[in-house]
């Protein structure tokens, strides 16, 4: 009984439910073992970025976005955890396909928005 009730509880834990409500962003931040930092980037069209090291993830945000700006960019860059993009064995491989990734990534929060 215990693992199935793990099982269920696991499955609760995704960008979907954030969004109905379902789970709140601490619980899935801590699900998936990140963090989130709201910093200046050097450059402003950077709206936020995910890095993976040992085990966690740290969400960077770029903080002079507004409210609803940051909302969107981190429900970005839970796509790319949720959809297992940073855990490339080789990290040369994963700068050649930044872009798929990036629309990967977008195309996965707008499906899950249309859902909603």
């Given at each position: 009984m215990q693992y199935q009730l793990t099982s269920q509880r696991s499955?609760?834990?995704?960008?979907?439910?954030?969004?109905?409500?379902?789970?709140?962003?601490?619980e899935l931040l801590n699900y998936y073992n990140a963090t989130v930092e709201y910093v200046t980037f050097p450059y402003e069209r950077i709206r936020g970025l995910v890095n993976y090291y040992r085990g966690y993830y740290f969400i960077y945000i770029n903080k002079n976005l507004s409210y609803y700006k940051k909302k969107k960019t981190l429900l970005h860059e839970l796509a790319h955890i949720e959809l297992n993009q940073l855990c490339q064995s080789n990290k040369d491989l994963f700068a050649f396909y930044i872009d798929k990734y990036e629309d990967e990534a977008n195309e996965y929060v707008k499906n899950i928005m249309k859902e909603v």
């Open positions: 499955k609760l834990m995704n960008l979907k439910n954030l969004i109905l409500g379902n789970i709140s962003q601490d």
